[in-house]
């Protein structure tokens, strides 16, 4: 067999090789090998250059043209050709090398893996490389981490073939990082009927406006097929790369190929910040340009206000905190919590009464306290914390129902039905006054759980209850119902009672003015208000447990406002009386009010504290922008989107409504700051700089 040029049209022109053969001539290497080759052995068997073939009785040359065509001198009488071959060496062709080559290569890894696997030390030879420092603590427990470690050879050679290995390694990843969540395998551990929805919001976007919201680290099509497939850890994360290896190191290429809006660096394509930082509200109600162009101007202090006054960095230095309020805000805001010219909350009021219009009707009231002279501020109403403890009767609701829109202190045009139910009214107020005075703060918890019991926690019910003075109820009871245990016992047992009014003093008006000058006097806590027939509260300072409680216990009434009769009116009526900015202890005019996702309503007691455990599309750190950046640290990242002179206008549409109750819809504002430009952070963000990569910024793993 030779190894020559390509074929040419006719069969004696040239030598058919035949490349697949084992063994070619000996004299291949020098251009002239015989046309016969070797046999399959590697023997050579040529003896002429040619075969003489017999035509009639005449032996004719059978060389090829490619061997010089027919000789001169011709066979010999006996038919043997006259050119005899010198016999050659033959040589393995090029593919028997390769086999050869191929076959003792692969004998001597088949070798060498059976006497690793053998050996006693083998985990330390197959070992691709040492482990990050994260993962040092497993580097002896292989099958933490690989799904076939804990098989032979034969499960070994199955995994290398198993499609499926690589997710399996994932879900072995997944058990001791389970924070990541659910969707942990799914791009940025997101759900994959969001991620379906943000990347067509972002393919709208680019195709009609060319802008993207910032934050929104969307998945391009490609990478999110119907089938929602899910990715491998080890498609971003690789081991064995050495103690020091950095597993979350990911290049700028690596994380553009996937997204639908791919740009060639931070300074040189990325989208601008829409909003970014500015999402919503603050959770405490604070106008920065309010104060720094008016309240700070004229503070008492006589100083310039800086932003670190109030604000500091969290220990990791990530997040910028508020500082207390003992530091921030109670110089200039403490005396309006505990501000004395405001009545406290009346937690308590006992209506005022038509007594006359009652028992010109013949109405079974018994004593009831006058209007005039000492109850002159009293209303016709029922408090929102006394019509929680009235709910806690059967038939209270009926009552309520029928003297809607009624006032009770003017009765003259009431129909028979209405008059009946204020007389219950009355006799359900005395028998709820009357049980407190006898059983104590365990008759308050009973009626609170009966009627709050599904709504608000254990905890909050004993917070209130506890916090009820029954000393003063006593107090209350004595001076406004002096004879409130007789009538009670008699009304409950059938008897009758003989009607009873209260005595006019000798000097009403001395005696107005020494009940509001003992009122006053308290400067917080519980106190009794005469005038207005009143059980009250004022703050004892700032973080008020009792307010806290009686707003938090308020709030879960709103949104809840189908039946305006039910307990959960009731807790919307308590939550407005005590959140309004003009009621004692003020909360409201800092603390803001906001839905969650259920739709129920909380107050934001705190500025907002980011949980550790919490990873968002876009992370920053102060820390070093702020060691950089020193004083000019705040201002050249945000500007104020008005003039400090321009001060803006104590109402805020996006905090309280027109009837000055909190706002309940964070999302709907106006930020006091411009949004984060991308110029400013480019300055330092540059390629030259090497601090442009997407995961100084961004977060992969969401949750």
């Known amino acids: 067999m030779s190894e020559g040029p390509s074929h040419a049209s006719s069969f004696d022109e040239n030598d058919y090789s035949r490349p697949n053969q084992p063994w070619q001539c000996g004299w291949a290497a020098e251009g002239h090998a015989c046309p016969l080759g070797p046999t399959k052995w590697g023997l050579c068997r040529s003896a002429h250059e040619c075969t003489p073939y017999k035509n009639g009785d005449t032996w004719f040359c059978a060389r090829t043209k490619a061997h010089g065509g027919t000789c001169d001198e011709g066979p010999l009488p006996d038919g043997t050709c006259c050119k005899q071959i010198q016999k050659c060496q033959p040589t393995r062709s090029v593919l028997s090398r390769r086999g050869v080559v191929s076959f003792t290569v692969f004998a001597s890894a088949i070798a060498l893996a059976f006497i690793i696997l053998g050996s006693p030390n083998r985990q330390n030879l197959v070992s691709p490389g040492d482990l990050t420092s994260q993962h040092s603590q497993v580097i002896d427990r292989c099958e933490d981490c690989h799904a076939a470690a804990a098989g032979g050879l034969s499960d070994w050679t199955h995994a290398s073939f198993d499609a499926t290995v690589t997710q399996r390694q994932s879900d072995l990843c997944l058990q001791c990082h389970a924070e990541l969540g659910p969707n942990a395998k799914q791009p940025h551990g997101r759900n994959p009927e969001l991620l379906v929805e943000l990347t067509r919001q972002q393919v709208e976007r680019l195709t009609s406006e060319r802008q993207r919201t910032d934050g929104e680290l969307v998945v391009a099509k490609t990478m999110l097929p119907q089938s929602h497939d899910a990715l491998s850890c080890a498609t971003c994360h690789r081991e064995h790369r050495g103690n020091n290896a950095d597993l979350t190191r990911l290049t700028n290429q690596q994380c553009q190929v996937c997204h639908v809006d791919a740009f060639h660096s931070f300074s040189d394509g990325h989208p601008e910040f829409t909003t970014y930082p500015h999402e919503r509200r603050t959770r405490l109600?604070?106008?920065?340009?309010?104060?720094?162009?008016?309240?700070?101007?004229?503070?008492?202090?006589?100083?310039?206000?800086?932003?670190?006054?109030?604000?500091?960095?969290d220990v990791a230095g990530r997040y910028m905190l508020v500082k207390p309020f003992e530091l921030t805000c109670a110089e200039c805001h403490s005396h309006q919590i505990h501000d004395d010219t405001?009545?406290?909350?009346?937690?308590?009021?006992i209506p005022s009464l038509d007594v006359e219009s009652l028992r010109n009707n013949a109405?079974?009231?018994?004593?009831?306290?006058?209007?005039?002279?000492?109850?002159?501020?009293?209303?016709?109403?029922?408090?929102?914390?006394?019509?929680?403890?009235?709910?806690?009767?059967?038939?209270?609701?009926?009552?309520?129902?029928?003297?809607?829109?009624?006032?009770?202190?003017?009765?003259?045009?009431?129909?028979?039905?209405?008059?009946?139910?204020?007389?219950?009214?009355?006799?359900?107020?005395?028998?709820?006054?009357?049980?407190?005075?006898?059983?104590?703060?365990?008759?308050?918890?009973?009626r609170l759980t009966t009627v709050l019991g599904t709504n608000v926690s254990a905890q909050q019910i004993t917070m209130l209850a506890n916090s009820y003075p029954l000393t003063m109820t006593i107090e209350m009871q004595q001076e406004w119902f002096s004879s409130l245990r007789d009538e009670v016992e008699s009304k409950r047992s059938g008897n009758a009672f003989a009607h009873q009014t209260e005595d006019a003093p000798a000097d009403p008006g001395l005696a107005i003015q020494?009940?509001?000058?003992?009122?006053?006097?308290?400067?917080?806590?519980?106190?009794?208000?005469?005038?207005?027939?009143?059980?009250?509260?004022?703050?004892?300072g700032h973080a008020d447990p009792l307010l806290k409680t009686l707003l938090d216990v308020g709030s879960v009434g709103i949104g809840n406002r189908s039946d305006a009769l039910s307990p959960q009116e009731t807790l919307h009526a308590l939550f407005d009386q005590v959140a309004s900015p003009f009621s004692a202890g003020r909360c409201t005019k800092c603390h803001s009010v906001e839905r969650g996702q259920d739709g129920r309503a909380h107050v934001n007691w705190l500025a907002y504290r980011r949980p550790l455990s919490e990873h968002r599309f876009t992370g920053f750190s102060h820390a070093p922008h702020v060691t950089l950046l020193r004083e000019e640290a705040c201002a050249e990242c945000h500007s104020f989107n008005k003039a400090p002179g321009d001060v803006a206008s104590l109402f805020r549409p996006e905090f309280v409504t027109s009837n000055w109750l909190p706002a309940t819809n964070p999302h709907d504002f106006t930020s006091d700051f411009e949004p984060?430009?991308?110029?400013?952070?480019?300055?330092?963000?540059s390629n030259d700089s090497g601090r442009d990569r997407c995961l100084t910024c961004h977060n992969y793993h969401v949750r």
């Open 676 to 685: 984060m430009s991308r110029a400013s952070c480019a300055k330092c963000h």
């Open 363 to 446: 109405r079974e009231i018994g004593q009831w306290p006058s209007e005039y002279p000492f109850h002159v501020e009293a209303t016709g109403t029922v408090s929102p914390i006394l019509r929680i403890l009235l709910h806690s009767y059967e038939g209270y609701a009926a009552i309520e129902e029928t003297l809607s829109g009624v006032d009770v202190s003017d009765l003259r045009d009431a129909d028979s039905p209405q008059l009946l139910a204020a007389e219950s009214l009355v006799w359900f107020i005395k028998g709820a006054l009357y049980d407190i005075v006898q059983s104590g703060h365990p008759e308050i918890h009973r």
């Open 514 to 540: 020494v009940e509001r000058r003992e009122s006053d006097m308290v400067a917080s806590g519980w106190y009794l208000h005469g005038s207005s027939l009143s059980l009250r509260y004022r703050a004892n």
């Open 285 to 313: 109600y604070f106008d920065h340009v309010s104060h720094f162009g008016k309240h700070f101007a004229v503070g008492e202090s006589g100083r310039d206000r800086k932003c670190n006054d109030c604000h500091q960095p």
């Open 342 to 349: 405001t009545l406290g909350i009346a937690v308590v009021a």
